[in-house]
Structure formats: structure tokens, C-alpha cells
């Protein structure tokens, strides 16, 4: 367990929905990081916020969205879903978010667009 | 970008065999993890190894960062050892730490 929650395991949807999913980081980390894992793509990273501040920002769509609240759990947005967005999607923290730090990641959210 | 490559795609073993896996990264970095993915899909954290050597069990790392590759070595291999192994590095001038993973290589091990 890497201490790393993200909700729900699964989504099934349509095309054209939005869903979100929502991750908490693990105790004392400030930076959280969304990656996709699809079958084309592999694994890439989409974006990542530090305290509540966007940091970096990947292969992201303008479709999808996402923000950390003060909490610091963090949530990815995705609206006007297509087929090709159906994946594997991970959360992952770390302390800072720089440089020499390993990354934990949670267990993923699987969505599949119909 | 940072370009990750690694080695084989594809690997079946006999339980008990040994296996290197290989990384190999285009540029410096600061940040060099290594996952396995279990059939269930869950990504867990291996080794951090930027640099140097480390043991865990049956599994050890190493990394020669100024000839920009990393080893991932499984000793006495397991059924339970089955999934995909990915490297992984950062890019540090952008400071962000985010992650750029290889196409991984997949292990199958047989009893």
C-alpha cells in the first residue's frame, strides 16, 4: 500500500459525459501528480500541482482539468469524454515535487467510455 | 524530449531463472524509478536508484548515470514476479520531477 487513494477503482460511461476523478495524496506529501495509461499512448503525465498551485503541465487535453484544494486531495475533470479517452488513470505524490524524490503512485482508476 | 528505452520488450522465464532488464535514457536526470505493474494493474514502486546500487530481497538495481543506463536485476524468479517493469526518469531542467516512462519490458515467468 502505497499510501496513495484514489477514487472510484472504476467508471463506465458514455460518451459525451464528464466525470471526475478525485485522489489524496499520501500524509505530509504536497505535490501530486495524474498520469494516463492507455493501450496507444502508454504511460504519460498530464499534470501536477504543489500546495495547491499548478506546477507542470504534460500531454494534458483541453478537455480535462484538474486542481488541488487545500486539503491538498486533488481532482482530475474530464468532460466531453470520447472512446479514445477510456484508460488507466494515476494519481501519484511526493513530498516537494522536485527534483530528487520518489513518486508513490495509488492503485488507479479504470474508465471505460462506451 | 527525454528518450526511454528498455530492453527486452518481452521476456518469458522458467520459475527459478535469473533476468537483467535494461533502461536506457537520453540526458542527465535526477530522478530514476523503477515499477513493476501486476496484472491487476497496480504500479508499485521498486527501486529509487538515480545512481549507485541497491538490494531489496531478490531484487537489485543499479544505475551508471554518466552512461546514462540502469540494470534491473531478478534473481530466482516467481510466478508472482509476472507483469510489465517499467524505468522511469524525470527531466531536470523543468524542476518539476514529473515522470517520462519507458515502453516496459513484459516478464512472464512459468512454473
Known amino acids: 500500500d502505497s499510501g496513495v487513494t484514489q477514487t472510484p477503482k472504476h467508471l463506465i460511461t458514455a460518451t459525451g459525459q464528464r466525470v471526475t476523478l478525485r485522489c489524496s495524496p499520501r500524509s505530509g506529501d504536497l505535490s501530486v501528480y495524474w498520469y494516463q495509461q492507455s493501450l496507444d499512448q502508454g504511460l504519460q503525465f498530464l499534470i501536477q500541482?504543489?500546495?495547491?498551485?499548478?506546477?507542470a503541465k504534460g500531454n494534458i487535453l483541453e478537455r480535462f482539468s484538474a486542481q488541488q484544494f487545500p486539503d491538498l486531495h486533488s481532482e482530475l475533470n474530464l468532460s466531453s469524454l470520447e472512446l479514445g479517452d477510456s484508460a488507466l488513470y494515476f494519481c501519484a505524490s511526493s513530498p516537494s515535487g522536485q527534483g530528487e524524490e520518489t513518486q508513490y503512485f495509488g492503485p488507479g482508476t479504470r474508465l471505460l467510455v462506451l | 524530449g527525454i528518450q526511454v528505452e528498455q530492453s527486452p520488450p518481452d521476456l518469458i522465464l522458467q520459475e527459478g531463472a535469473n533476468s537483467t532488464l535494461r533502461c536506457n535514457f537520453s540526458d542527465s536526470v535526477n530522478n530514476l524509478q523503477w515499477f513493476h505493474q501486476n496484472p491487476w494493474g497496480q504500479l508499485i514502486n521498486l527501486f529509487y536508484i538515480p545512481s549507485g546500487t541497491k538490494q531489496n530481497g531478490r531484487l537489485s538495481a543499479t544505475t551508471v548515470a554518466t552512461e546514462r543506463y540502469s540494470l534491473l536485476y531478478i534473481s530466482s524468479s516467481q510466478t508472482t514476479d509476472s507483469g510489465v517493469y517499467f524505468c522511469?526518469?524525470?527531466?531536470?531542467?523543468?524542476?518539476?520531477?514529473?515522470?517520462?516512462f519507458g515502453t516496459g519490458t513484459r516478464l512472464t515467468v512459468i512454473p
Open positions: 522511469a526518469v524525470d527531466r531536470p531542467e523543468t524542476g518539476a520531477n514529473n515522470l517520462f
Open positions: 500541482y504543489y500546495n495547491g498551485e499548478e506546477r
